[in-house]
């Protein structure tokens, strides 16, 4: 992990500096949904994640949360990594990395076996990261304007 990030669970308070992260991360890669509902999970992050047998992550930076990411149960054997995100000033640093890293080491503490996740097309930084880790690519489909690639590791 990078030496100025501090990764800690999601607390309460986190709430507003998380949406701006989801708004800021995605508007970067031009890929801001225009689905109404889109950040229902982000304003319930303890019911969604915490409560629900899953793992949510900030990342601490020069006094700003700057990445984020979630673990949110599928079933019994399966858990999503989900809204991964580094705001756009802190790219290339390994914070992406971190949190994902965090993230597996959770999903196995819970006694997942397997991570499934999604990523547009356009993400191709993200793309490599999950590769790099071992995630294969599932499948892929269309969600409004978005090609939407599915992908999976075992653990």
Do not use: N
């Not at 949406?19 to 304003?43: F, I, K, Q, Y």
């Not at 790219?91 to 949190?99: L, S, T, Y």
Request: aromatic share 8%; charged share 35%; with cysteine.
């Amino acid at each position: 992990m990078s030496a100025d990030l501090r990764l800690r669970r999601y607390e309460p308070g986190d709430g507003e500096r998380v949406l701006t992260l989801e708004r800021v991360a995605l508007e970067s890669v031009d890929a801001r949904p225009d689905d109404e509902g889109w950040t229902d999970d982000l304003r319930a992050v303890e019911e969604t994640y915490l409560d629900a047998g899953g793992e949510f992550l900030v990342g601490e930076c020069e006094g700003k949360i700057v990445a984020m990411g979630g673990l949110k149960r599928v079933d019994d054997s399966t858990a999503e990594i989900t809204r991964m995100r580094v705001a756009p000033d802190y790219h290339r640093r390994g914070f992406g990395e971190a949190v994902l890293t965090e993230l597996e080491a959770a999903a196995e503490r819970l006694g997942y076996e397997a991570l499934t996740l999604e990523t547009t097309a356009r993400q191709q930084a993200a793309q490599s990261l999950y590769e790099k880790h071992g995630y294969e690519q599932t499948g892929q489909r269309e969600h409004g304007r978005f090609e939407v690639l599915a992908y999976r590791k075992s653990l």
